[in-house]
């Protein structure tokens, strides 16, 4: 036997199993900036320490019920780490979590992030960092803190994965779905900005068989690549909707469309005697949807509970408020769409007339 066979490995470091703690405190410093960048009343963005802080007297609450929400961003980061694309995926990430905040009448208040990577790269990780600053602004959410795990051995090289968290709160007697949901009730959607974030291992699917790559022209938009046009980031519909709210329109149910489409989301802020009837035909369908279903022969019922086909957020009010929140959410900017009506429930709690324009 070799006289080093038994000898032990002396001088290892962690850098030598693959992690770099000085690369982990220069993307903290480098993300400072970014981070003190989405501070709002009550929030602490000052970074580094075990837990962030927020304050909800500062931040103007009296009697608060806390509202609480995580997601992630799914496949659609396989876009962007195949494409190189890193600075949207982050916008998603906020969305995702903000946007379930809002349809409980919650204001976000704060934010964390959990990124994980088998070797940190730390031009991608601070892309990553600016786009959830970004959504964090776009929703007055503050970035209070997060987490970095370098784990090598679990992703492959340029793998990296996301997670949100996201809390917010909402006065005592604020809260949706209201108790006078009714038949007769309105239901309004508002526009999506495209695919948004659910979906994508069937969009991955699609775009394997048509044989494009993700630089190629996109074939549903001039100007952008595909995988420029799959990236867009999912909407943040949350300034809208407060602001219709703080100025007295009242909104009794507000769904978010993501995985599962119309027909999941929708009946989850439903009383169970009620069903939701939309007309189709009023479903102004972007043209990657279009894309979507003819490139994989994807049926309308599934796409009504696969995509959010054009509309991102649906809201609920009495036919007596629709003329005054149309007007609310006009004034903000939105195009809303009269989608169809409440009904009472007789077997599925969504119903559909119409034909979905593909």
Not at 117 to 146: F, H, M, P, Q, S
Request: proline share 4%; aromatic share 6%.
């Amino acid at each position: 036997m070799p006289d080093n066979a038994s000898k032990k490995t002396n001088g290892l470091s962690y850098r030598d199993a693959g992690v770099d703690i000085d690369a982990g405190n220069e993307l903290v410093e480098r993300i400072k900036p970014a981070v003190k960048s989405t501070k709002r009343p009550g929030s602490d963005t000052e970074i580094g320490g075990f837990g962030g802080l927020f304050d909800l007297k500062a931040a103007g609450f009296k009697d608060p019920i806390l509202v609480a929400a995580n997601d992630g961003v799914g496949t659609k980061l396989k876009i962007a780490i195949d494409s190189g694309v890193h600075d949207t995926v982050g916008i998603d990430l906020v969305a995702m979590c903000v946007n379930d905040l809002i349809v409980q009448g919650a204001e976000p208040l704060f934010f964390l992030d959990y990124y994980a990577t088998g070797k940190l790269e730390n031009d991608v990780a601070v892309a990553v960092v600016e786009g959830i600053a970004a959504g964090c602004r776009d929703a007055n959410c503050a970035l209070i803190g997060g987490e970095t795990a370098e784990m090598p051995g679990m992703y492959k090289e340029g793998d990296y994965d996301l997670a949100g968290f996201c809390v917010g709160a909402a006065e005592r007697g604020n809260m949706l779905p209201t108790n006078d949901i009714s038949i007769g009730d309105v239901i309004i959607g508002l526009r999506s900005s495209g695919v948004h974030s659910n979906g994508y291992s069937l969009v991955r699917k699609i775009v394997e068989l048509s044989g494009l790559a993700w630089d190629a022209p996109a074939p549903f938009e001039d100007g952008v690549t595909l995988g420029e046009a799959l990236l867009r980031p999912t909407r943040i519909y949350v300034r809208q909707i407060l602001a219709a709210l703080k100025n007295g329109v009242k909104i009794k149910a507000l769904a978010h469309i993501t995985g599962g489409g119309f027909t999941e989301n929708i009946p989850r802020v439903l009383p169970d005697t009620l069903a939701a009837s939309i007309d189709r035909s009023a479903i102004v369908a972007s043209p990657v949807f279009r894309w979507l279903a003819d490139q994989g022969g994807v049926k309308a019922d599934e796409m009504m509970r696969t995509f959010n086909c054009g509309v991102g957020m649906v809201l609920v009010a009495s036919a007596d408020e629709k003329d005054a929140l149309i007007k609310e959410l006009k004034s903000a900017g939105e195009e809303p769409l009269v989608l169809g009506e409440l009904v009472e429930r007789d077997g599925d709690a969504v119903v559909y007339s119409g034909e979905l324009s593909l």
